[in-house]
């Protein structure tokens, strides 16, 4: 089960904004180049018109990776994905019967919801056309604004968009219940199509600038007649670029204009109970085809369900309730480019069945299995958890895997919960193994207390690879750098831990985005809107938050904007350089946050020309002014980690406190400056600012203890924390947190 709440997290888009620099700072030094601001890290949740949501994770030259959350009440949900046009789609299977005709895929693209800001606090605008002489009328959760002939224009909302989804199970579970196929009963009559505002009636076909031919789908059902609840999905094998598209099937038949070549077709036949509910999936893969060149001939292929003969199992080491499971089909052309397409069940055991298929003939084949359960017999006090994945280059006759104890990795989850106590949110996990990691992968996950704590067995038959999110409640999201596990080795992570503040990290996962480098002229500084205890984490506000961000170069003011935490700057001068970047943080307005409500960072660094050693961006890694001449290189900018003595709820007591302090460079895979820590200092204020205590400092070079007095009289209350570092090349921070911890009353 996923968690059933609108997220919102702040889009990534970047407004170019050119920032006038004085006549004076010009003489004295070279001014920057065009600076564009940052506005949030490169993640947003949008809504489905059925209310379901997919949080996307994107970053420059990066595959994406995707976060499903069920809409409220749908605890056992399933969902369709491919990749189409460069633009991932997600379709609930309720909707399958009639997408194309009376439901658009455009409202299913989410890149597109994304690019748009079509998000989970949004409205989704949309366009109706009915049939002639029929007086528009709203379809159920759209709120109609215009109507003009026949066709209407109107709007649905994350909350809206479960009427939707109540009105197609109706109407799928009453054509079964008749004895129909599923989808014969309109969803309102006289709707011929209802499609996001802008966006295409259907789906874009085939395009190639070479001669195109006929190619027929004849897709059967179970009893072998023609198929209605059949999505099926097209690439071309020799290069991707020419197809890539779900083909609308009518009636059991799909046509499409394509090049001659090599091409492989998934087909996904979704049956339904009388509730409307997926009951039972059957892929059917046909790996390689060719379609001739010659003029004039039209190629069949048929897509049989019945072939789809093998049943998909995964029986845990423990008695396990299943809760969610993900069949992926990663498909490669003969040029190394990859296309994905899978199934993703929530809740209840799900039902899968594949045909066998061998590997590629062309391109390659990569599938994966990937399933969730709760061991049996557990509570909320003890809490445990199988997440199991499996790998091929085929498509195994035999689909009953069997996890092993001795391939499982322990991995003790502790989530913090903030002031508010206990509340619910998500700990999700995706199998990222390096073709998932190339291609793009979606996350899925449960329910979980927090503050609290989860052990979970991750799996390493697939290579130990997992992706791992936290929605930790109320209103903050983190995501680790996906990591390799070994098996029978116990790891240890804390999620939200405070205080939380803005933060680069330190990373040892490929490929990444660097979040401060310079490539070339330009230099791109970007800074996660939280960190926690684990230095790879990068945490968002998901709403109501206000930022404000000013970028200095060699003193001068480059950019002063609000609602960024990231610049780039082109044209930067070919000489050493002083930057300072200072980022305010105001999560005062946010929802049941009342701890870590604003942070001030003042960072300031140098940048040299010359390529200081270490500091090369690992290969596998991209950053913003990249180019075949301009390798990235990671900049100095110092970051900080804190990991204060406190309970689950970030709360402690008065008397002797104490606080671990890691004060480092941002760094990948080892790269980045490691110039020595030459100072650091810790203080507190029990008045809001008016006065600020000293903490005893211990350690040495960026590995510190911090120890205070919480006194008496502050008891019940936030206090503030304030820490400053330098390093020996000219670097320096200082990070101010409102509202730091809570110190308990009495």
């Known amino acids: 089960m996923l968690v059933a709440m609108a997220i919102e997290m702040v889009m990534a888009v970047a407004i170019a904004v050119a920032i006038a620099v004085p006549a004076a700072a010009q003489a004295a030094s070279a001014p920057a180049g065009p600076v564009q601001g940052i506005s949030g890290a490169p993640a947003t949740t949008v809504s489905l018109p059925t209310g379901d949501q997919v949080a996307v994770t994107s970053s420059p030259g990066g595959a994406p990776s995707y976060r499903l959350i069920p809409a409220a009440g749908e605890s056992d ?40 800001g079509v998000t989970a606090q949004t409205r989704m605008p949309v366009d109706l056309a009915f049939a002639a002489n029929v007086t528009p009328t709203a379809p159920p959760g759209v709120m109609l604004t215009s109507v003009n002939g026949n066709s209407a224009q109107g709007y649905l909302t ?60 004849d897709v059967l059902d179970s009893t072998g007649g023609p198929a209605a609840s ?44 009388m509730t409307g509910h997926t009951i039972v999936t059957h892929f059917v893969t046909v790996t390689d085809f060719s379609v001739a060149p010659t003029a004039g001939a039209t190629t069949t292929v048929t897509l049989d369900e019945r072939t789809a003969t093998s049943p998909v199992s995964v029986t845990m080491p423990v008695p396990a309730t299943p809760d969610n499971a993900q069949l992926a089909f990663y498909r490669g052309d003969a040029t190394g480019q990859r296309t994905g397409f899978s199934d993703i069940a929530t809740g209840a055991t799900p039902s899968f069945y594949v045909n066998p298929a061998a590997a590629a003939q062309v391109g390659t084949l990569h599938y994966v299995v990937q399933w969730g359960a709760v061991a049996e017999g557990t509570g909320t006090a003890q809490r445990v958890r199988y997440d199991a994945a499996f790998a091929s280059d085929q498509i195994p006759a035999d689909e009953s895997f069997v996890a092993q104890a001795n391939q499982f990795a322990e991995v003790h989850e502790n989530f913090s919960g903030g002031q508010s106590g206990v509340a619910v949110g998500t700990m999700a996990n995706a199998s990222s193994d390096p073709v998932a990691l190339a291609t793009g992968y979606t996350a899925v996950g449960s329910l979980t207390d927090m503050p609290g704590q989860l052990t979970d067995y991750l799996g390493t038959a697939d290579g130990g690879g997992w992706a791992q999110f936290a929605a930790v409640a109320p209103a903050s999201d983190f995501t680790a750098d996906p990591r390799v596990f070994q098996a029978g080795r116990s790891y240890s992570f804390d999620w939200g831990h405070g205080p939380l503040g803005a933060s680069f990290g330190q990373h040892n996962a490929s490929p990444a985005f660097c979040l401060a480098c310079v490539a070339g002229s330009t230099l791109a500084v970007q800074m996660n809107m939280q960190g926690d205890t684990e230095p790879d984490h990068a945490g968002m506000v998901l709403f109501q938050s206000s930022t404000r961000l000013t970028v200095y170069q060699d003193g001068t003011p480059v950019f002063d904007q609000p609602n960024y935490i990231g610049a780039e700057v082109t044209g930067i001068p070919d000489k050493p350089t002083t930057y300072r970047v200072v980022l305010d943080e105001d999560l005062s307005q946010v929802f049941d946050i009342s701890q870590s409500t604003g942070s001030q960072t003042d960072l300031t660094f140098r940048y040299t020309p010359s390529k200081t050693p270490g500091t090369a961006l690992p290969a596998q890694d991209t950053c913003l002014g990249q180019t075949a001449d301009a390798a990235c290189r990671i900049l100095p900018v110092l970051t900080l980690s804190y990991d204060l003595a406190s309970n689950a709820n970030n709360f402690t007591s008065v008397g002797r406190q104490v606080m671990g302090l890691q004060v480092g460079h941002l760094s990948y ?51 503030e924390l304030r820490v400053t570092a330098t390093d020996g090349i000219g670097g320096s921070i200082t990070q101010t947190i409102d509202n730091a911890y809570s110190i308990a009353a009495g």
């Open 669 to 719: 895979d080892g790269a980045g400056s490691h110039a020595p820590i030459t100072s650091a200092s810790v203080s507190v204020s029990f008045d809001g600012g008016t006065s600020w205590q000293r903490a005893a400092l211990a350690g040495t070079d960026g590995h510190y203890v911090a120890v205070w007095t919480n006194p008496a009289s502050a008891a019940g209350t936030l206090p």
């Open 158 to 217: 994350a909350g809206s968009g479960t009427h939707l989804t109540t009105a197609l199970r109706a109407r799928v579970g009453g054509d079964i219940a008749a004895g129909h196929r599923a989808g014969s009963t309109p969803l309102l009559a006289g709707l011929s199509s209802m499609r996001l505002a802008g966006g295409e009636a259907n789906a874009p076909v085939a395009q190639s600038s070479f001669p195109l031919h006929t190619l027929q789908l």
């Open 77 to 116: 949900s399933d969902f369709l994905s491919f990749d189409q046009g460069g633009d991932h789609y997600v379709v609930p299977s309720v909707a399958v019967p009639y997408l194309g005709t009376e439901l658009s895929q455009s409202m299913f693209d989410v890149t597109a919801l994304a690019r748009d």
């Open 230 to 273: 059949a999505l099926v999905y097209l690439m071309d094998a020799d290069s991707l670029g020419s197809t890539e598209v779900e083909v609308p099937i009518v009636d059991g038949l799909g046509r499409v204009e394509v090049p001659s070549g090599n091409f492989s077709a998934f087909g996904a036949f979704v049956e339904y109970s």
